[in-house]
């Protein structure tokens, strides 16, 4: 079963992207390049609890 999570930005600490991940396979948090629009360049996205 897949859980919705929430990215947020490291840079401007916005919320920016929603995404499913399998909480069994990958128990630590995500992070992953986006692409954020309010600085407008890929920073480092973290999922937030």
């Keep these: 079963m897949r859980e919705l999570v929430i990215m ?3 840079e401007c600490k916005r ?3 929603t ?3 399998e ?3 990958t128990p630590a948090r995500l992070e992953k390049m ?3 629009k309010f600085d ?3 920073t480092l996205h973290r ?3």
């Design 8 to 10: 947020e930005c490291t």
């Design 15 to 17: 919320r920016n992207y």
């Design 19 to 21: 995404t499913t991940k």
């Design 23 to 25: 909480k069994r396979n």
């Design 34 to 36: 986006k692409f954020c």
């Design 40 to 42: 407008g360049k890929h």
């Design 47 to 49: 999922e937030t609890k």
